[in-house]
């Protein structure tokens, strides 16, 4: 009895905090700005027609960046690895994120 009580205890607050705007992004900054990106997918570098991608979880993601206009198609990205997406020409990545 008292394991259910605390798996719906654990649940009810999981939910309370991700129901909450901002208070999982709202943690003070780090240096890799994983709590400004939420999510496995963290934009790495870029250049002129493309974008590195990481995963930083143990899982196998889909992913793209944010551009102005169109964002490129999604790509499959494997646990910890890195994919690199193609941009058009002037494109500037702002953030990463999963699709």
Known sequence: MMTGLRTAFVAAMAAALLSVPGAVVSASADSDGSLREP????????????????NACGHTISATVEVDGWDPSCI???PGGVGRIGLEPGD????????
């Open 76 to 78: 499959q990205i494997g």
């Open 92 to 99: 500037e990545p702002y953030y990463a994120y999963e699709c």
């Open 39 to 54: 999510g496995c997918a963290k934009l790495g570098a870029s250049g002129w027609g493309w974008a590195d991608i990481h």
